[in-house]
T-cell receptor, first 116, second 112 residues
């Protein structure tokens, strides 16, 4: 079974630039999550999709972050403009559709973002 | 107060030792609980779920105390390969969405 695919693996940008991350979840997984993990901290949820609808984006800094999952499959997370404090690993995860098992998250390898 | 709190460690233990990690959570309505493992520069992976009755998977034992809002993970006979960060994870409702909240993790290093 193919895992969650993310790209790019690494990204270095200067502050105030824009950046986009891509995620393709495991086939058939209806729920997709974007997490931000700052060094030394646990992953923090940014946004949760169920199919192509947003379920929770309460912790997404909407003045600079946006995300979409137009066809209910792959997703893009964008930061515009980036700040130094956005330096982190951005993890995409997906979970199966059945209620009994959708608590198990399958994570991608993440995109490590460095903002200089 | 953080929703999920863990002792960050680091815990440095010799091979063969028994080590225990603790975690507390603030939302009394939380429904399910997990331990995830994260190796250095890797993504988190589910280690085990935590049930009220306590559960065991080989050398790993997880326990939940709902009254005290406390979760624990015990690792017996530690191996070098157990070196990782252990994340306590709590599933609760935020509005209509069920959401997993991660603790900051406890770092374990098993020494030869």
């Amino acid at each position: 079974e193919a895992g969650v695919a993310q790209s790019p693996r690494y990204k270095i940008i200067e502050k105030r630039q824009s950046v986009a991350f891509w995620c393709n979840p495991i086939s058939g997984h209806a729920t997709l999550y974007w997490y931000q993990q700052i060094l030394g901290q646990g992953p923090k949820l940014l946004i949760q999709f169920q199919n192509n609808g947003v379920v929770d984006d309460s912790q997404l800094p909407k003045d600079r972050f946006s995300a979409e999952r137009l066809k209910g499959v792959d997703s893009t997370l964008k930061i515009q403009p980036a700040k130094l404090e956005d330096s982190a690993v951005y993890l995409c995860a997906s979970s199966p559709p059945r209620a009994a098992t959708n608590e198990k998250l399958f994570f991608g390898s993440g995109t490590q973002l460095s903002v200089l | 107060r953080k929703e999920v709190e863990q002792d960050p460690g680091p815990f440095n233990v010799p091979e063969g030792a028994t080590v225990a990690f603790n975690c507390t959570y603030s939302n009394s309505a939380s429904q399910s609980f997990f331990w995830y493992r994260q190796d250095c520069r890797k993504e988190p992976k589910l280690l085990m779920s935590v049930y009220s009755s306590g559960n065991e998977d080989g050398r790993f034992t997880a326990q939940l105390n709902r009254a005290s809002q406390y979760i624990s993970l015990l690792i017996r006979d530690s191996k070098l390969s157990d070196s990782a960060t252990y994340l306590c994870v709590v599933n609760s409702f935020r509005g209509s969405a069920r959401q997993l909240t991660f603790g900051s993790g406890t770092q374990l290093t098993v020494l030869p």
